[in-house]
């Protein structure tokens, strides 16, 4: 079936201006998430949503980042006035939730190609 | 401040011997341990997990050993083939204290033929 996709692959734009990214998580997966890689670092957290619960945005890095969760599928980022700091691959992942027995419940993310967005 | 760190930034092996990953946390709240591979422009993509109620977990030639006590992981390859060289990122997460998986920042393995 078809995994998690993202777009655009790529994104220029020029610093101040806003960006929306998108991504499209597997059907009946009820668990979202958003992480940025910068340059030599790891995954870093943004935002979490599962199902019609509130989203848990502490990973936001500022209030310029926002992002929101339509009908329970569709993510979109945005990043406004960006900075050339948040020049980084954003990644989407979605997930759900497997009962394990004595192990609990065990969950595995499953990810997008990423959008490499570079702010100038 | 890294919760999850991987201190090798890469390591190179010959195809056929085993390779080794290692990964430490600092949060002994977790209790949920992943380790996913990435190719280059690719998003990473789910290779092994382990549960703190288990030491180990194997399947093909990938094993995870998780040391509670050290607050250590580690993946072993074996054999390793050519197919494998990419980055291998480990997570961490504890649905008690929050949403948040903690990964690492990867350790770039190259199969030598």
């Known amino acids: 079936g078809a995994g998690v996709s993202q777009s655009p692959s790529n994104k220029v734009t020029e610093k101040g201006k806003d960006v929306e990214l998108r991504c499209d998580p597997i059907s009946g997966h009820t668990a979202l998430y958003w992480y940025r890689q910068s340059l030599g670092q790891g995954l870093e957290f943004l935002i979490y949503f599962q199902g019609n619960s509130a989203p848990d945005k502490s990973g936001l890095p500022s209030d310029r980042f926002s992002a929101e969760r339509t009908g329970g599928s569709v993510s979109t980022l945005t990043i406004q006035r960006t900075q050339q700091e948040d020049s980084a691959v954003y990644l989407c992942a979605s997930s759900f939730l497997i009962f394990s027995g004595l192990a609990g419940f065990q969950e595995t993310q499953y990810f997008g190609p990423g959008t490499r967005l570079l702010v100038l | 401040d890294q919760q999850v760190k991987q201190n090798s930034p890469s390591l190179s092996v010959q195809e056929g011997r085993i390779s080794i990953l290692n990964c430490d946390y600092t949060?002994?709240?977790?209790?949920?341990f992943l380790w996913y591979k990435k190719y280059p422009a690719e998003g990473p993509t789910f290779l092994i997990s382990i549960s703190s109620i288990k030491d180990k977990n194997e399947d093909g030639r990938f094993t995870v050993f998780l040391n509670k006590s050290a607050k250590h992981l580690s993946l072993h390859i074996v054999p390793s083939q050519p197919g494998d060289s990419a980055v291998y990122f480990c997570a961490a997460s504890a649905r008690s204290i929050g949403n948040q998986f903690y990964f690492g920042t990867g350790t770039s393995l190259t199969v030598i033929p």
């Open positions: 949060n002994s709240m977790f209790d949920y």
